[in-house]
């Protein structure tokens, strides 16, 4: 089976394409390299380019057979979406419509796509399920609505098959250390606090001290990348079998404060971290924590490496490989 990934020289994409590889897959990468690294994927076709770029994906699906897309392209910081909302209409939704179209044309029609736990907005409720009412605070988690929106009308009108998987917040690095989580600016929480141990940053600033919450800080829901991997080749199978469109939330069902996270990077590396209590973060939700119950009853899902410790081993171990990204060894 050959799967198109796009974003697949990303965070979570490269992750992906090295499961798909190690399952036997055939894959075909399109990324634009924006963001991306090339050098976080191995023994795949990439394609270069911008998803808006129809004549590029026709050469794609023209080229490949493709039976199905896994979606991942898309860009995804919460801060800069509130700054800078054009961009992310442009970049997510408009690029969205530009692949389904395409998808329409070459008669693929099975997508996995990367949704977010940002459709949610800032739930009242411990564990958040599926019937939560989405009301995303920023722009980010409203193009990924609005995506979901997108696919569920290309079902009615054209018969295509999705599967959106909302993610809480992705973490970790894949367990041979070869590859993890490199943004340029780096704005995540783990990789960040593990520059500071690394001498790399001087202190971390944590985005608020007066939520009402156990410490006051922010509380995530945090997966391993892998697992969020495996989740995703569980759902092309379920696509496989003709099954319905559907729609899953994933994460582990425990929240960490943003101290308790600090706390944990310096007990896994074993280094002090300085932290120091700034200015809340724009469209921040005080709490987001997963119920992941229908991933696991429908689609088997079953995550392996589920304990913070794991998921900030995995991550640390990768950083001290690469402590300046992909570039520098
Ligand atoms: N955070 C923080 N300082 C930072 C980066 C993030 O306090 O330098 C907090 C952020 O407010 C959120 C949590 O850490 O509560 C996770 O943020 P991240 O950007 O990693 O993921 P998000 O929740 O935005 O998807």
């Known amino acids: 089976m050959t799967v198109l990934v796009t974003g697949g020289a990303g965070y979570i994409g490269s992750h992906m394409v090295l499961e798909l590889i190690r399952k036997d897959y055939d894959v075909v990468i399109i990324d634009s390299l924006e963001k991306g690294h090339e050098e976080s994927i191995k023994k795949s076709k990439l394609y270069v380019g911008n998803l808006r770029d129809g004549k590029l994906l026709d050469k794609v699906f023209t080229e490949n057979k493709i039976d ?5 392209a898309a860009y995804s910081l919460v801060g800069e979406s509130v700054k800078n909302p054009s961009i992310y209409y442009e970049n997510n939704i408009e690029s969205t419509r530009v692949l389904l179209d395409a998808m329409i044309r070459h008669d693929c029609f099975k997508i996995v796509f990367s949704s977010s736990a ?128 559907n729609v899953f939330n994933l994460g582990n069902g425990v929240g960490y404060s943003v101290l308790e996270v600090v706390d944990m990077v310096e007990r ?21 924590v997963a119920s992941s119950q229908k991933a696991k009853e429908i689609l088997g899902w079953c995550p392996k490496y589920n304990e913070l410790e794991k998921i900030i081993e995995t991550a640390w171990s990768f950083k001290k490989n690469y402590p300046n990204g992909y570039k520098e060894k």
Do not use: W
């Not at 009402?212 to 945090?222: A, S």
């Open 268 to 288: 896994v590396t074993n280094i002090p971290i300085e932290r120091e209590i700034v200015e809340k973060r724009d469209g921040d939700p005080p709490v987001l």
């Open 118 to 245: 940002a459709v949610y907005g800032s739930p009242t409720t411990d564990l958040i399920g599926e019937d939560e009412l989405t009301n995303p605070t920023n722009t980010y988690g409203e193009t990924k609505l609005v995506m979901e929106k997108m696919m569920k009308r290309y079902e009615i009108a054209y018969g295509l098959k999705y599967v959106a998987l909302r993610y809480f917040n992705a973490a970790g690095a894949d367990l041979s250390g070869e590859i993890g989580e490199v943004h340029n600016p780096e704005s995540h929480l783990i990789p960040l606090v593990l520059d500071v141990a690394l001498g790399k940053r001087e202190k971390i600033n944590i985005f608020g001290g007066d939520y009402e919450t156990k410490d006051g800080t922010c509380i995530r829901d945090y997966i391993h990348v892998t697992d969020l991997c495996s989740a995703h080749l569980l759902a092309l199978q379920y696509l496989n079998n003709h099954r319905e469109s």
């Open 68 to 72: 199905g897309v896994i979606h991942f």
